[in-house]
């Protein structure tokens, strides 16, 4: 397959990008990334020299570096696989504005150059934060809850699945929306609760827990989530929506405890802060239509994840380095300063 992965140097892009290209020899794929803060070059540093793989830095809301991409290319891609956001919820309580930009009108700027070029597939990353919130006995999530988003960024991520969802019905462009919750694993920005802890913890700084810490995810490896899009991408039907979950559900002050003692650490590492406004309490994912429909369930067990995880980032103190102090920017000049 040809495929266009943007998003491709952040978290879930980066590792679906190595994924894919361990997984599947024959794949070419050029990655499109706009390289802000969350973007490092970096996590894609063994595949840059591969003649499979392509790097372009560009914005997905830039209609004009769009279409030269889309043009400059021989044949049409097999799929379309849109991760590119602003991802970070506290963000986008402070500067709504570039979620808007980035999250639905690159979409949006997406949909449009397969509309006029053709692709095989497109397929639109989306979130289980779309759905909005649950009450401690509330039913999970299905593909047809209530879409109800409570922050800046959910709320941007549900009009693009809308618009995604649109393109189908209205123009038949082949489309699947994958809605997936909390995702971890290696080349996570730090800035997100689980490299967050794991970072300060390392540092033997405390970690900030909002509230009293009893707000519930749904946890997958990032491996899972990459394994269910390639399933999607082979099995799913256009026009739907998949729900991709960890089944794994956990109180935020659980994974401190948890990484507490996994790290060797003391409870006193704990500190309480300031909730965060609008925080959705619980998220809970119903997986059976991804089960019945296509046999996926995920397969990573979160202790073993976890473990894994929090040894990724022992190992690579030096990315974790570069990304707190902003010297992994400095890579793409390194990279493309004399190309
Ligand atoms: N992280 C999670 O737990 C999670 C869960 C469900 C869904 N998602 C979705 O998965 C996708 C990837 O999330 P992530 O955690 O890897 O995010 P991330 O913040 O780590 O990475 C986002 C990437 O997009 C790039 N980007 C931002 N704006 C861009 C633009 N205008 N044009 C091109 N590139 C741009 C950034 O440079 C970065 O490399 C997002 O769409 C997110 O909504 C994430």
Avoid at 43 to 68: T, Y
Avoid at 128 to 153: A, K, M, N, Q, R
Avoid at 288 to 317: C, H, I, Q
Wanted: proline fraction near 4%; charge should be negative; include cysteine.
């Amino acid at each position: 397959m040809r495929i266009l992965v943007t998003g491709a140097a952040g978290f879930i892009g980066g590792n679906y990008v190595l994924f894919r290209l361990e997984n599947y020899p024959g794949d070419t794929i050029v990655s499109l990334d706009k390289l802000t803060y969350a973007g490092n070059l970096e996590n894609l540093a063994s595949v840059m020299d591969d003649p499979r793989h392509q790097f372009v830095k560009g914005d997905i809301a830039d209609s004009n570096l769009v279409e030269e991409l889309f043009d400059a290319q021989d044949k049409r891609f097999d799929a379309v696989i849109n991760f590119a956001a602003e991802s970070h919820v506290d963000r986008s309580i402070d500067n709504p504005d570039i979620f808007l930009k980035t999250n639905t009108f690159g979409a949006f700027t997406l949909l449009e150059a397969v509309r006029r070029h053709g692709a095989g597939m497109f397929i639109q990353v989306s979130t289980d934060e779309v759905y909005g919130s649950l009450g401690l006995d509330d039913p999970s999530f299905t593909e047809t809850t209530t879409i109800d988003p409570s922050s800046p960024y959910s709320a941007s991520k549900a009009s693009a699945d809308f618009m995604a969802l649109s393109y189908y019905r209205t123009y038949q462009i082949p489309v699947i929306v994958t809605r997936c919750s909390n995702n971890y694993g290696s080349y996570q920005f730090p800035e997100k609760l689980i490299p967050l802890f794991i970072n300060n913890l390392l540092n033997d700084k405390q970690v900030p827990i909002y509230g009293s810490g009893e707000n519930t995810r749904d946890w997958i490896h990032v491996r899972d989530h990459c394994g269910a899009i390639n399933l999607i991408l082979e099995k799913g039907k256009s026009g739907d929506v998949y729900n991709i979950g960890g089944q794994c559900e956990k109180k935020n002050i659980e994974i401190a405890d948890h990484l507490i003692e996994m790290m060797g650490k003391d409870k006193s590492m704990k500190k309480f802060v300031t909730d965060r406004p609008g925080h959705d309490f619980r998220y809970s994912m119903d997986i059976s239509k991804m089960e019945s429909e296509l046999g996926w369930r995920p397969a990573v067990k979160f202790e073993d994840g976890l473990k894994e995880t929090v040894d990724w980032y022992k190992n690579n103190r030096a990315w974790l380095e570069k990304v707190t102090s902003g010297a992994y920017r400095g890579y793409y000049d390194k990279m493309y300063k004399n190309r």
